[in-house]
């Protein structure tokens, strides 16, 4: 069965400071990679996705992620974070024609102003 | 524009008390979801709906059932409420489940089971 890790589950950081944050997945064969976001008290919004095509995605706010086949994996990056960025973030795979979206046990970010 | 939308937002139950939360989307979306999130264990999904009249078993899907009449609609219901069952319920949708198109998701519906 496919799995999403999310290596860190709380994350510190001061602005200004880069950022990524990693994710892994398990299944060997197709896959659709996406990072949410979830703002305190909202719900969760789509950061970047991942289908085919170049592997290093831009997404809204600055972010960016890079896929990597070899190692499974999908890194959440940043140069340079905002207070603003404070939130948790979700990586999510969909594998090969299923109907399910897994998703990871997310990261929390803290950005210290 | 008001995309997925989850009524109630709040809601404190007994243990034992049943109880309906509906989701309802205006994007003309085939595939619906029930998740749940708890701290810790990210959004597990509960039950998914791959078009009207239709439903299947998500990963924790002991103690909720779901209906989807309405293509518009779908709602998670709870039998015999547990304290186990405390959470956030999302909702979301999507155009198809397994195309590049992402999850959409409501706002949530914090749930207190006492």
Redesign the interface.
């Known amino acids: 069965a496919q799995s999403v890790s999310q290596h860190n589950h709380h994350v510190i950081l001061s602005e200004a400071a880069s950022l990524e944050l990693g994710c892994n997945y398990s299944y060997g064969g197709t896959v659709n990679l996406f990072w949410y976001v979830q703002y305190p008290g909202q719900h969760l919004q789509l950061l970047l996705k991942y289908f085919s095509g170049d592997p290093l995605v831009k997404g809204i706010k600055g972010f960016e992620a890079e896929f990597i086949k070899s190692k499974f994996s999908f890194n959440l990056r940043k140069p340079s974070v905002q207070w603003s960025d404070t939130a948790e973030y979700f990586c999510a795979v969909n594998a090969g024609r299923d109907d399910k979206i897994i998703f990871g046990k997310g990261t929390r970010l803290h950005i210290l102003p | 524009n008001a995309g997925v939308t989850q009524t109630p937002k709040f809601r404190v139950l007994k243990t034992g008390q049943s109880m309906t939360l509906l989701c309802a989307q205006d994007m003309n979306h085939e ?1 619906m ?1 029930w ?1 749940r999130q708890d701290p ?6 509960i039950h ?1 709906s ?1 078009g009207e009249g239709t439903t ?1 078993k ?1 990963e924790v899907p002991d103690g909720y059932n779901v209906s989807r009449l309405k293509k518009q609609n779908f709602l998670l219901g709870l039998e015999s409420a547990a304290p186990s069952q405390t959470s956030v319920y ?1 909702c ?1 949708s999507s155009y198809l ?4 198109q ?2 959409h ?4 519906t914090r749930l207190s089971i006492l």
């Open positions: 595939y979801y998740y810790g264990m990210g959004l597990r999904l998914y791959v299947a998500g999302f979301a489940g397994y195309s590049n992402p999850q998701f409501g706002d949530g």
